[in-house]
């Protein structure tokens, strides 16, 4: 999105040398953090048309078009869920996080798998030589699931995995570890939670992907039907905006190409011969809560009405739970800052009020010291808090939808809902997203976004507080979590172990049935890839089998 030059002016006045400055010039030219003109006042002739009407765009909590909130009563009903996210080291490490965030009132589990177990490797991969437990938990096989979860009651708390070109894999995983717990035998059919699956964004913005684009949509598909069929509970892929977001984009842009995404699955999801309102009850997004408060609230009113009309007039959704849109949010990542790390606490909360006054189902908040390294446990608390705070004491969640109304929310929500649009009818003209992301199109616009944000950075004319405004020299730095060493080679010997204890060749004959399954595209591949977690063999070697079938994928440059 090109950004208007800023008019000459005069020079600000220095910072003091503790970066603290009395005097501040007022801005003058004033945008959203996406580059969109703010005017200095909004009235009645800002709203929409309509209102009132049978089409009203606002209308009531709980009603089409669900502007205001899915549900007619939200948080007074029910309060989101708090759920972050975490995952480091082995299994047995990341279950003892779990445990602790539960025993501090988190309501849900979310998942951090490491960058092997992302792209598809073993831990004794080469590619996966210092990253093994680093940015997440490494899960090479079942019994490292069956550790993950352990002493957990998988039918009594919602569980999130954040995992996407191995997701049907680890989907089957899941599936075994919960029917085999020895303490809490838990059937498919009780399972709930999500995976997050959308690798159409791994290909726009995120860079983890184990094949080509086509075979990879087949798997989506692939869990979405088994699940439609299997795990009532589940929602099979979380159609991801966040991403999107953390690689340069602007708000419109996060809007525009995660709806186009989720468009693609659902004509995918018909095509197979489903009906629109056996699955897409059970559809779910992610999106980015970034730090101008104002604008991701709008974003997320015109993301729930746009869904709505399009599920209902274009796909001829019946049920009201198919127009419904439910969404998780995540604090901004990319807002973070190593300098001053302990102001990130500020814009955490800022950026979770807007999630919630924006009607999220659950939110994650990050941790101030992200920035730096993964979180220690005070900064994970700090974190949680902050959600228990905003929830208990602050009054945001007494009533219902408190912004709607508000000339400006409603003027920037049907500004987003425009833009939007306008992208949705470039990717058309392209010949719909699957082709769009072929040619590089989002991939190239989202470029553009992130390098106009960072010159205004780098000039000064965006204001990062403790960066490019009220810096501190000579930091005394803070405490950051540490991986020990020793976790890479405890997981090497994990999976040695399971390598030893397993039937090699019931490992071999689920792999070669995996393998003949693959090539015919008309065969859902969820059951073969259940058969193989049952015979204990490691994600690699069904990444690696799929491969033979499928092949691998080699990006285009942008630039």
């Known amino acids: 999105?090109?950004?208007?030059?800023?008019?000459?002016?005069?020079?600000?006045?220095?910072?003091?040398?503790?970066?603290?400055?009395?005097?501040?010039?007022?801005?003058?030219?004033?945008?959203?953090?996406?580059?969109?003109?703010?005017?200095?006042?909004?009235?009645?002739?800002?709203?929409?048309?309509?209102?009132?009407?049978?089409?009203?765009?606002?209308?009531?909590?709980?009603?089409?078009?669900?502007t205001r909130g899915i549900y007619s009563s939200m948080y007074r009903g029910r309060l989101w869920t708090m759920r972050q996210f975490a995952g480091f080291g082995t299994s047995e490490e990341t279950n003892e996080r779990f445990r602790y965030l539960l025993e501090h009132g988190q309501t849900g589990l979310s998942t951090a798998f490491d960058m092997p177990s992302l792209m598809g490797h073993d831990s004794d991969h080469p590619?996966?030589?210092?990253?093994?437990?680093?940015?997440?938990?490494?899960?090479?096989?079942?019994?490292d699931m069956q550790t993950l979860f352990g002493g957990i009651d998988l039918g009594e708390v919602s569980v999130s995995m954040t995992i996407n070109a191995p997701a049907a894999i680890m989907l089957a995983f899941y599936v075994v570890a919960a029917e085999t717990d020895p303490a809490h035998p838990t059937p498919r059919e009780r399972l709930s939670g999500t995976i997050q699956a959308d690798i159409l964004k791994e290909y726009?913005?995120?860079?983890?992907?184990?094949?080509?684009?086509?075979?990879a949509m087949r798997l989506c598909g692939d869990m979405i039907e088994w699940c439609t069929r299997n795990m009532p509970r589940w929602h099979p892929i979380s159609i991801s905006g966040y991403h999107?977001?953390?690689?340069?984009?602007?708000?419109?842009?996060?809007?525009?190409?995660?709806?186009?995404?989720?468009?693609?699955?659902?004509?995918?999801?018909?095509?197979?011969?489903?009906?629109?309102?056996?699955?897409a009850p059970r559809l779910s997004f992610f999106f980015n809560a970034q730090i101008d408060f104002f604008e991701e609230i709008a974003k997320y009113r015109a993301a729930r009405?746009?869904?709505?009309?399009?599920?209902?007039?274009?796909?001829?959704?019946?049920?009201?739970?198919?127009?419904?849109?439910?969404?998780?949010?995540?604090?901004?990542?990319?807002?973070?800052?190593?300098?001053?790390?302990?102001?990130?606490?500020?814009?955490?909360?800022?950026?979770?009020?807007?999630?919630?006054?924006?009607?999220?189902?659950?939110?994650?908040?990050?941790?101030?010291?992200?920035?730096?390294?993964?979180?220690?446990?005070?900064?994970?608390?700090?974190?949680?808090?902050?959600?228990?705070?905003?929830?208990?004491?602050?009054g945001a969640a007494s009533t219902v939808d408190p912004l709607g109304g508000s000339y400006y929310i409603e003027a920037l929500t049907d500004e987003m809902e425009r833009r939007a649009y306008e992208y949705f009818d470039k990717i058309d003209q392209l010949g719909g997203m699957v082709a769009a992301v072929k040619r590089n199109f989002p991939q190239r616009e989202i470029a553009d976004a992130a390098f106009a944000h960072q010159q205004l950075v780098d000039s000064g004319e965006r204001i990062v507080v403790g960066v490019n405004r009220y810096a501190v020299e000579d930091e005394e730095p803070i405490p950051t979590l540490?991986?020990?060493?020793?976790?890479?080679?405890?997981?090497?010997?994990?999976?040695?172990?399971?390598?030893?204890?397993?039937?090699?060749?019931a490992v071999e004959a689920s792999l070669a049935a995996l393998r003949e399954d693959a090539a015919h595209e008309n065969h859902n591949l969820m059951e073969p890839l259940l058969a193989c977690a049952r015979a204990h063999a490691s994600e690699g070697e069904i990444v690696e089998s799929l491969q033979q079938v499928f092949g691998d994928y080699t990006e285009t440059p942008v630039f």
């Open 1 to 66: 999105m090109a950004v208007s030059a800023k008019p000459p002016s005069e020079p600000a006045p220095p910072a003091a040398a503790d970066g603290l400055s009395s005097k501040e010039p007022p801005p003058d030219d004033f945008r959203t953090l996406s580059g969109e003109p703010v005017r200095e006042l909004y009235g009645p002739q800002d709203l929409p048309e309509g209102i009132g009407g049978p089409e009203d765009p606002i209308g009531r909590p709980g009603s089409y078009p669900f």
């Open 127 to 143: 590619r996966s030589l210092g990253e093994v437990g680093r940015e997440g938990t490494a899960i090479d096989t079942l019994d």
């Open 204 to 215: 726009i913005a995120q860079k983890e992907w184990c094949f080509p684009i086509d075979p």
């Open 244 to 279: 999107i977001r953390e690689a340069g984009s602007t708000a419109q842009q996060e809007l525009a190409f995660t709806l186009k995404d989720g468009f693609t699955y659902v004509e995918q999801a018909i095509a197979r011969g489903l009906d629109v309102d056996e699955f």
């Open 305 to 394: 009405r746009i869904w709505a009309r399009e599920l209902r007039d274009r796909f001829g959704a019946r049920n009201e739970r198919s127009m419904q849109m439910r969404f998780h949010a995540q604090t901004a990542g990319a807002s973070l800052t190593a300098q001053q790390p302990l102001n990130n606490i500020v814009r955490t909360t800022v950026e979770a009020l807007a999630a919630v006054l924006g009607g999220t189902q659950s939110l994650h908040t990050n941790s101030y010291d992200e920035a730096l390294a993964l979180p220690t446990e005070e900064a994970v608390t700090i974190a949680l808090r902050t959600q228990q705070m905003i929830a208990h004491e602050t």
């Open 482 to 505: 540490r991986i020990d060493p020793a976790l890479e080679r405890k997981q090497l010997g994990r999976l040695n172990a399971a390598r030893a204890s397993r039937d090699g060749a």
